[in-house]
């Protein structure tokens, strides 16, 4: 028995790892932009794919490094050439949007990769693919909020989450930050998707299952707050393999429980801002 | 201005009103006879009125209160595995099952609501998304019931009314059109009745300045989350009525891209005008009959049309030919 909850306790751990690494891009994204980055699923399945065709060339490594900075570069041109006109915009016109961006990037990755399956190989050296996957994400998630903590930049985007407009006006350019923060996102996106490659292989849809419980990380942790998505995220990807230890069927619905048992109890969240949702 | 001016142009906009509901009711009820002339089928256009009515009862939130839902495919699919449970498991009854598809929907949207009116915007947005994968993951596992993934077979649409008053609609023909446009016009002149009632023009006032109407002494939260419940009423009801159509209810009836084709058929059609949503869902559901019936890709054109749409042409088509004569 207790192998049994060890067992789902690890994969709960790199469940909520990847949900925490994909809920962060997004929460990003959304504190700085107000935009509901409906495409995330599909940045991550290009992360996956662009490693699976770099690593032949560049190696495990190199495509684990380089695919993520492709994934955000391919952010940067979408942002540019689309996001951003519609910051200023109705909220619904930026879900419309990347919904349909979803839609093109999912049919673009079938279109070239194809339709079925694809294997990621994986070095000898990470013969045990879920403690190396777990220490890549912890890497980076520390790694992200030192970005956020101490460098300049990371110090205005974090500015610009409560007041945008006075960052503008103190003289920093918003356009390129919040280009840049949206590059960020697709970044950790990218990345999540190199090393769920790793773990489950790739398809075109692969994204599609960890945009759903990436929206919830966010409400439960609370919207505004990224310690706050960091827990959601650990707290429903522990919740739902724990579901599947003792009842499987009911380990969809156990994350959209905990979802509104925190909307009726503590509707900010477990540490978000008062009226921060509002 | 002077007031001559004034009664002169708002007459003029009064006999526009009164062309354009001669006109939407004309095409309607004349369905059978020029669909087929243009190369459509009828079931096409029975389609178009459901996805319409969805579109409608989703924009009495979005276009007349401004508040965004983008989860309306949980409770049009709630309406359709309504119906379509109560018609294979509990009695043989049309009217039972769109009573009960529209209630199980209607409700469902009401207690949620209660959660979520005091969020805003995006979040508002993302809440109803995530609450309304929660039934299409139920849908989806609760095989023994809803059939899974393969969806709710096994029921079809009865006979309405006793012998010798029977009106039958088990066939796919024009008799199952014209109930389909009747319960279509009894929903939508409620809707209308409750637009221009002081209910309706207080969501306008909501939509326009919250923090107006706020200091005027409305009840925001009340009101939103009435907007909300009535117009999961009418999505739902239009959810029953798309199991009836296709003897048929499944997972796909409770997904988020639903939700997303009910948003961009609102948009296409018009967000601020009452017939819009009804136009975008006659154009949605053409194109994507046209292009289906082309290409395995459809989804990247339909992602393009979203795209197209919002950088495009955010007014939607109502708003345009509206904005063109204004100026």
């Known amino acids: ?278 | 201005m002077t007031t001559a001016v004034v009664a002169a142009s708002e007459s003029r906009s009064v006999s526009r009103k009164a062309l354009l509901l001669v006109a939407v009711w004309a095409a309607l009820l004349t369905v059978p006879l020029w669909l087929p002339l243009l190369g459509g089928y009828t079931a096409l256009a029975g389609r178009v009125l459901v996805f319409g009515l969805a579109a409608m009862g989703l924009n009495m939130l979005l276009g007349f209160t401004g508040v965004l839902s983008f989860g309306h495919a949980a409770y049009f699919g709630l309406g359709a595995y309504g119906a379509g449970l109560t018609l294979r498991y509990l009695v043989h009854s049309t009217p039972a099952a769109i009573l009960a598809g529209t209630l199980l929907g209607g409700l469902a949207g009401s207690l949620f609501g209660l959660l979520i009116v005091r969020r805003r915007g995006v979040y508002f947005a993302m809440c109803t998304i995530a609450f309304g994968q929660l039934w299409y993951y139920l849908a989806y596992s609760w095989n023994s019931v809803t059939g899974g993934f393969d969806g709710l077979r096994d029921f079809h649409r009865e006979a309405i009314g006793f012998p010798p008053m029977v009106l039958d609609i088990t066939s796919g023909g024009n008799s199952f059109y014209y109930f389909l446009l009747a319960i279509f016009a009894a929903a939508v002149g409620l809707m209308g009745f409750l637009l221009r009632s002081p209910f309706g023009r207080t969501l306008l006032a909501i939509r326009e300045n919250e923090r107006r109407a706020r200091f005027l002494g409305i009840p925001i939260e009340r009101h939103i989350w009435l907007s909300f419940s009535i117009s999961c009423f009418f999505t739902a009801l239009a959810g029953t009525l798309y199991a009836l159509l296709n003897n048929f209810a499944d997972p796909l009836t409770l997904h988020y891209s639903l939700s997303g084709y009910f948003v961009v058929m609102t948009v296409i059609g018009g967000m601020r005008t009452f017939w819009g949503p009804l136009l975008g869902a006659a154009v949605f559901v053409m194109l994507q009959d046209y292009i289906s019936s082309m290409t395995v890709n459809w989804m990247s054109f339909v992602g393009v049309i979203f795209i197209l749409v919002v950088l495009f042409f955010p007014r939607g088509l109502l708003g345009m030919i509206r904005r063109r004569v204004a100026a």
């Open chain 1, 1 to 278: 028995m207790t192998q049994v909850i060890l067992f789902n306790v690890t994969n709960g751990l790199i469940i909520g790892a990847f949900y925490v690494l994909m809920a962060l891009g997004l929460s990003l994204i959304l504190n700085l932009s107000n935009v509901i980055n409906f495409a995330h699923g599909n940045f991550l399945a290009l992360g996956g794919y662009l490693a699976f065709t770099l690593s032949p060339v560049l190696g495990y490594w190199g495509a684990l490094l380089i695919s993520p900075l492709l994934t955000a570069l391919i952010g940067v041109v979408v942002e540019r050439l689309m996001i951003r006109r519609i910051y200023n915009r109705d909220p619904v016109y930026s879900l419309l949007l990347t919904f349909g961006l979803a839609f093109v990037l999912q049919d673009a990755a079938r279109f070239i990769w194809g339709p079925n399956g694809l294997p990621m190989g994986l070095p000898a050296a990470l013969a045990q693919p879920i403690t190396s996957t777990l220490f890549f994400i912890t890497v980076t998630v520390i790694g992200l909020f030192a970005f956020l903590r101490y460098s300049r930049i990371g110090l205005r985007i974090r500015a610009g989450t409560f007041d945008l407009e006075t960052v503008a006006t103190l003289g920093v350019n918003v356009r390129h930050l919040r280009t840049l923060n949206f590059a960020v996102g697709c970044l950790l996106a990218g990345l999540s998707g190199v090393l769920a490659a790793g773990q489950i292989g790739l398809n075109p849809n692969m994204g599609d299952e960890l945009l759903m419980p990436s929206f919830i990380a966010i409400i439960v942790g609370g919207v505004g707050s990224l310690i706050g998505t960091l827990l959601g995220g650990l707290l429903i990807g522990m919740a739902a393999a724990l579901t599947t230890a003792f009842y499987p069927a009911a380990s969809e619905a156990v994350i959209y429980a905990i979802m509104m048992a925190v909307l009726l109890l503590r509707p900010r969240g477990l540490i978000g801002e008062e009226g921060m949702m509002s």
